[in-house]
T-cell receptor
Framework: GAGVSQSPSNKVTEKGKDVELRCDPI?????LYWYRQSLGQGLEFLIY????????KSGLPSDRFSAERTGGSVSTLTIQRTQQEDSAVYLC???????????FGDGTRLSIL | AQSVTQPDIHITVSEGASLELRCNYS??????LFWYVQSPGQGLQLLLK??????LVQGIKGFEAEFKRSQSSFNLRKPSVHWSDAAEYFC??????????FGAGTTVTVRA
């Protein structure tokens, strides 16, 4: 079956622009997670969804970051007014429900010029 | 706070030799523990997990890991490595019902 799908795989944009990153989880997975992977910080938890609700947004680095999930499926992570420190690989994962193994997509590599 | 330590940043091993990657965690309760592998340009692939029960867990690709509560460790092993095992390996603890806390990773190089 299909795994977690993320798009785009690569995104290059100018500082100050807004970007949207998309995640399509494994069908039937109710929980969805966003992580960020960067050289200096390693793998960091950003946010998770149970259904369409985001009970924990504590990992979002600033108010420039937001995420939503619709229909209990696709999720979008939006970064407004991008900064160079936002350059990283953004990974999405999903699981059947919480407390179950998380399955990761291949990530979106974001580069801010 | 939960934390995961992978003491070895980089390990080089000969093809056919055994491999052991170390992982120590700090967590107040019984943890959920995972090992993931990441090849360049790809996401994380789950190798194995420990939730409860038998402390020696088997995973994919011939990997196994042993949970030792007394040592707060969850080391990953493989008896005989293949060139395709060259990758970065991450140990993770379920820091809550939903949040994974990852170690910094260990890069494995396999020499012929």
């Amino acid at each position: 079956g299909a795994g977690v799908s993320q798009s785009p795989s690569n995104k290059v944009t100018e500082k100050g622009k807004d970007v949207e990153l998309r995640c399509d989880p494994i069908s039937g997975h109710t929980a969805l997670y966003w992580y960020r992977q960067s050289l200096g910080q390693g793998l960091e938890f950003l946010i998770y969804f149970q259904g369409n609700s985001a009970p924990d947004k504590s990992g979002l680095p600033s108010d420039r970051f937001s995420a939503e999930r619709t229909g209990g499926s696709v999720s979008t992570l939006t970064i407004q007014r991008t900064q160079q420190e936002d350059s990283a690989v953004y990974l999405c994962a999903s699981s059947v429900t919480i407390r179950q193994p998380q399955h990761f997509g291949d990530g979106t590599r974001l580069s801010i010029l | 706070a939960q934390s995961v330590t992978q003491p070895d940043i980089h390990i080089t091993v000969s093809e056919g030799a055994s491999l052991e990657l170390r992982c120590n965690y700090s967590y107040g309760a019984t943890p959920y523990l995972f090992w993931y592998v990441q090849s360049p340009g790809q996401g994380l692939q789950l190798l194995l997990k420990y939730f409860s029960g038998d402390t020696l867990v088997q995973g994919i690709k011939g990997f196994e890991a042993e949970f030792k509560r007394s040592q707060s460790s969850f080391n990953l092993r493989k008896p005989s490595v293949h060139w395709s095992d060259a990758a970065e390996y991450f140990c993770a603890v379920g820091a809550s019902d939903y949040k994974l806390s990852f170690g910094a990773g260990t890069t494995v190089t396999v020499r012929a």
